[in-house]
């Protein structure tokens, strides 16, 4: 589920760096970030963090590395989300609207709403209006996607939050009674949340703005999403990238049923017969008569 979002940048106008950002060691994403950045021709360097630093602080705790090339814009994606990734259109969309940030954002039932970060936008200028988190009434039925760019700009608000954090623990004096209770406990100053701590407090003052996508959106929260996700995927390249998908009648090559992806690398029998399948590991072999049905093939299976 990496590769798409990262496959997603590289349509993105002077691409300078892509950066991934996580806690698992660095030996288990070498091999990866190599072949991904040989493949799309692009740099592409993993950053672990030593502790959580929250969504904004993450970002701003690697702040000298993504201002190295000292870009005019800056792209922040969840990987654990399933979309069009529409970025070069978010990016035109944010310098029409100006501001320091734009969140793409989608529409979905009132009933899911309250399982996301909710938000209220301008229908003519599209700036973002209110944001709550996860609330428990309804707000809105437009949700946030955890895909957004930003202007260098962002580091400043981010700071500014970490800021306030020193200044309120110098200044304030809480009694121990106070300190038990979860609302008051204080948060470290380096830990800052994109939503909570950046966009709920800059709503309605002209800094970010919202771009809304027709497209298919989906969280992966669960290994069976990452199948849904992947014949999401499938479905985009029929349209985007007809040129990736498999084609075969089973007479020299397999039968190929619905969108199928197979990679280079692997092996497919004629006689197997694919369907909407995903083959994105390498080294695969798929034996005579083998019927895949709704699968993601893994590396170095035979």
Known sequence: MVHHPISACKRIPNLAQIYLIGFYEDREFALFVSSISNELKVPVRYLREDKPHGSAGGLNNFRDFIMEDDPSHIFLLNCDVCCSFPLSDMLEGHKSYGGLGTNLVNKVSPELASQFGELVADPVTNELLHYTEKPETFVSDRINCGVYVFTPEIFTAIQGVS????????????????????????????????????????????????????????????????????????????????????????????????????????????TAKPLDCAGKCVDVEITAKCILLYSSWLADVH
Do not use: C
Request: charged content about 25%; proline content about 6%.
């Open 163 to 270: 800021m306030q954090r020193k200044e309120r623990a110098t200044l304030r004096r809480v009694t121990s009674f106070e300190a038990l209770q979860p609302a008051n406990r204080n948060l470290p100053t380096d830990f800052v949340r994109l939503d909570q701590d950046i966009l709920s407090p800059l709503a309605g003052k002209k800094q970010f703005y919202v771009y809304e996508t027709m497209d298919f959106w989906e969280q992966i929260k669960t290994p069976g999403m990452s199948l849904k996700s992947s014949g999401l995927y499938l479905a985009q390249y029929r349209i985007i990238s007809p040129d990736l998908l498999a084609s075969g009648d089973g007479s020299k090559n397999a039968t190929i049923s619905g969108d199928v992806y197979i990679h280079p690398s692997a092996k497919v029998h004629p």
